[in-house]
């Protein structure tokens, strides 16, 4: 095996994620090579470094501050859920009713009538099929799969 | 620890908020700071980071309490991330490590504690990594993920963590010896 093979075990072996046997072939290798033996420690010194960078703890305020926004989010969640299904009962219900008044009118013309009847339906239909690819897309999207997990 | 974490998340289960309060307290610093470095944006950050804790809250009856909660709520603060930058982008189609994120050069390293010159230098330069490559040192220095941790999260094999995660740290490591060039 060449440098090239060993290289990308560099990482592996500083994070102690090699297997027992690829570990020995690592360190063996090291050994007999200075070039990558001076990548090891390279690298190490980096992974070092970054390993002393943390991030700063808020304080207490601001963690309220921050869980009072996720709370409001949540109970909000619930009631756009609430008011889409109040919004799609009643649109149903008044399509519905208008659609009963237009067609047993006998003043209202025939054209209106269809007009009527077809602007209520196609906008089902489109409700509908929205409905469904926003199903579809949600159960292939590998975005929301990792939720799922 | 994982213990009142594991009662923390079966109490979750069942509709506590305020057990979620807690859990979110635990690991919002942690949330926001990987969120801005991925993002290179705090506000960004702290408007994403509380989206996937929503998101998290939603879904958390599928998730085991006896498993660690945060490898699971990265993974969904990465795709949340990753949705951002393709909507910033406009690219919602392109390969994540296509996607140009500009803003990430205006992050400045406020988050960081025990700050100086040379992790401020280390801030800068990982903003300025690829987002495949920025990804993946965010997830394992500073969100302690395990090579099996991020493999789940980025859906590929451990042998491409490694190989990606090598092929980041040397991008840092030419990112620094160019700034130090220039200095």
């Known amino acids: 095996m060449s440098c090239d093979d060993f290289r990308p075990l560099i990482t592996g072996y500083l994070d102690g994620e090699l297997s027992?046997?690829?570990?020995?072939?690592?360190?063996?290798?090291?050994?007999?090579?200075?070039?990558?033996?001076q990548e090891l420690a390279?690298?190490?010194?980096?992974?070092?470094?970054?390993t002393m960078m943390k991030f700063e703890e808020p304080s207490d305020a601001e963690l309220e501050r921050y869980w009072q926004s996720v709370y409001n989010?949540?109970?909000?969640?619930?009631?756009?859920?609430?008011?889409?299904?109040?919004?799609?009962?009643?649109?149903?219900?008044?399509?519905?009713?208008?659609?009963e008044e237009v067609v047993r009118d006998p003043g209202v013309t025939v054209l209106l009538k269809v007009g009527v009847v077809a602007l209520v339906f196609g906008t089902v239909i489109l409700f509908v099929s929205l409905l469904r690819e926003r199903l579809a897309v949600s159960k292939v999207d590998k975005y929301a799969r990792e939720v799922k997990r | 620890m994982e213990q009142c974490e594991a009662a923390l998340l079966r109490r979750c289960r069942t509709g506590d908020k305020e057990a979620f309060g807690v859990i979110v307290r635990s690991y919002a610093g942690r949330a926001?700071?990987?969120?801005?470095?991925?993002?290179?944006?705090?506000?960004?950050?702290?408007?994403?980071?509380?989206?996937?804790?929503?998101?998290?809250w939603r879904h958390i009856r599928r998730f085991d309490p006896a498993r660690p909660f945060y490898p699971w709520f990265a993974a969904i603060l990465r795709n949340v991330c990753v949705s951002r930058?393709?909507?910033?982008?406009?690219?919602?189609?392109?390969?994540?490590?296509?996607?140009?994120?500009?803003?990430?050069?205006?992050?400045?390293?406020?988050?960081?504690?025990?700050?100086?010159?040379?992790?401020?230098?280390?801030?800068?330069?990982?903003?300025?990594?690829?987002?495949?490559?920025?990804?993946?040192?965010?997830?394992n220095h500073f969100q302690g993920m395990t090579y099996r941790q991020m493999a789940d999260a980025l859906d590929v094999p451990i042998g491409t963590v490694m190989s990606r995660l090598h092929n980041a740290r040397l991008s840092l490591r030419k990112e620094l010896a160019d700034q130090e060039h220039e200095l």
């Open chain 2, 32 to 56: 926001v700071g990987a969120a801005s470095l991925l993002l290179g944006s705090h506000e960004d950050a702290q408007d994403a980071s509380q989206e996937a804790f929503v998101r998290a």
């Open chain 2, 85 to 139: 930058l393709r909507r910033r982008s406009r690219l919602k189609t392109a390969r994540f490590d296509d996607i140009h994120s500009s803003a990430a050069e205006q992050s400045s390293p406020v988050l960081l504690a025990e700050r100086n010159e040379r992790r401020d230098r280390v801030w800068q330069a990982i903003l300025a990594l690829s987002p495949m490559h920025r990804e993946i040192i965010v997830m």
């Open chain 1, 42 to 50: 390279e690298l190490r010194k980096l992974k070092e470094e970054l």
């Open chain 1, 20 to 37: 027992a046997e690829q570990r020995a072939r690592f360190e063996e290798h090291v050994r007999a090579c200075e070039q990558c033996g």
């Open chain 1, 73 to 99: 989010r949540l109970e909000r969640g619930i009631g756009w859920v609430l008011f889409s299904v109040g919004a799609i009962i009643v649109l149903c219900y008044g399509g519905f009713k208008l659609v």
